[in-house]
């Protein structure tokens, strides 16, 4: 009895590639070739654009009024001017949800908001707030720190929030970005003067 053999089918490489695979990889070259260009104009169109990011800063301040007592109430009345600046010669820019909170030692003293507004090209656009305060009841340990910066004639408050940025640049496209400011405002309670540190959304 002989053994029995089997027989091993061997791939035809006359047999032609499957129209399918042959669409897929034309489908495959093509959105290759479209990433590559899409990159280039937009590498090309920043090069000669060369965007700068808008940003928010604190331009003035002045402490106008402060009252304190022994009872522990503070009343309080700040001017801060805020700028939102557009470097870009070539791009407009727009800011919405605006918000910033001016406190002091913890205590929310004043919410300072913007509607939505627009900066045009290499421009800027200031927002005078006039900040002025109800009698801010005062802990102990407040009532020190109080004390202490009278004493010193320097006292502090805090400004945080932030506003959203968005531009256009030109063939890159829409371009939308973050303002966040963190900062403290320090004064001279004895005359009122700004002692001037930076406080802006712009990189260092």
Not at 30 to 46: E, K, L, P, S
Not at 149 to 168: E, N, P, V, Y
């Amino acid at each position: 009895m002989q053994p029995t053999t089997r027989k091993k089918k061997l791939h035809d490489p006359r047999k032609p590639t499957n129209p399918l695979i042959w669409a897929a990889a034309i489908i495959c070259a093509v959105i290759a070739v479209v990433v590559i260009v899409v990159g280039i104009v937009v590498f090309v169109g920043y090069m000669a654009i060369h965007p700068r990011v808008p940003f928010i800063s604190v331009t003035f301040a002045h402490l106008d009024t402060i009252q304190y007592n022994q009872a522990g109430q503070l009343e309080t009345q700040v001017t801060v001017v805020l700028t939102a600046e557009n470097d870009n010669a070539k791009a407009h820019s727009s800011f919405s949800d605006t918000s910033f909170i001016l406190s002091f030692q913890g205590l929310q003293i004043a919410k300072l908001v913007a509607e939505p507004f627009d900066v045009r090209k290499n421009s800027s656009t200031h927002f005078n707030y006039v900040v002025q305060s109800s009698q801010i009841p005062l802990d102990p340990t407040r009532m020190e720190e109080v004390d202490l910066s009278l004493k010193q004639d320097q006292i502090t408050f805090d400004l945080k929030g932030s506003s959203r940025a968005r531009w256009r640049v030109g063939l890159v496209g829409s371009v939308k970005f973050v303002c966040h400011l963190n900062c403290q405002l320090r004064f001279r309670p004895s005359n009122g003067t700004y002692i001037r540190s930076r406080c802006s959304s712009k990189s260092k």
